[in-house]
């Protein structure tokens, strides 16, 4: 039987935002359980060694965060074998970038299974748990597109628009029962393999504090959960401070 101090969940947990979430409430003393889809298995078990040689405990589990199935066995399988929940973080972000009139409607709805409907999965499910105990937190990872649309990104401003809307709606009927909603906008580009990758002058915006630092964003995360119920956050905006707003 793992330590029964309590586990948090990072669904989606890739090499920048994830897994600093992940490490970051492994230092925590919560054994963290971190997400993918199962072809990402060998990463997911790769970061979880990681955790582990840092001194923190991590599970490594290939889930679709959008299938309902997989999500609810998920969080049955953490509660039984692993702790209770008490921290669940959404952080799935399917960004693409298409003209209106070149997106399918596969690409569409692929997009808003994996930025909303499979929030939902997740925040229903840690909430199941959570509820009868009357405490946990569930943080979702929003980004600009959740606050405004920008040409080309309808899919993805949709999507982050019906997760920013959940969270909100999530807030207001689990914060009497004790389980703190938090949703964070990620305002800005942040500094992982895939940004260094598509922007030129990324190193250029590093050196000058222009990224988003996933050590840092996952600061904000822990706080999160730590903030006492007289004082709770529920939208908390992050971005460099050279980032146009």
Request: overall charge neutral.
């Amino acid at each position: 039987m793992a330590d029964r101090q309590g586990a948090a969940l990072i669904v989606g947990a890739g090499d920048a935002t994830g897994g600093a979430i992940a490490r970051a409430f492994a230092r925590e003393g919560l054994t963290t359980c971190i997400t993918r889809r199962a072809r990402h298995l060998e990463d997911l078990e790769s970061l979880a060694a990681a955790i582990e040689a840092d001194g923190g405990t991590a599970r490594a589990f290939g889930v679709d965060a959008r299938e309902e199935a997989e999500t609810i066995a998920l969080v049955d399988r953490i509660e039984a074998e692993v702790g209770p929940l008490e921290v669940c973080v959404f952080n799935i972000g399917a960004n693409v970038n298409f003209p209106i009139t070149e997106m399918t409607a596969r690409v569409y709805q692929k997009v808003w299974e994996m930025a909303a409907y499979a929030g939902f999965l997740a925040g229903r499910e840690a909430a199941r748990v959570m509820s009868p105990r009357g405490r946990g937190t569930i943080i979702f990872t929003g980004a600009t597109a959740a606050i405004r649309g920008g040409s080309r990104y309808a899919a993805f401003a949709g999507a982050k628009h019906a997760l920013r809307a959940l969270a909100q709606s999530m807030a207001r009927e689990l914060g009497p029962k004790g389980i703190h909603v938090a949703h964070v906008v990620i305002d800005g580009a942040i500094d992982s393999a895939f940004i260094r990758e598509m922007l030129p002058d990324a190193d250029a915006r590093r050196a000058r504090d222009g990224l988003l630092v996933p050590d840092e964003i996952a600061k904000n995360y822990v706080w999160l959960h730590r903030q006492h119920r007289s004082a709770w956050t529920h939208e908390l905006d992050l971005r460099p401070w050279c980032e146009t707003w």
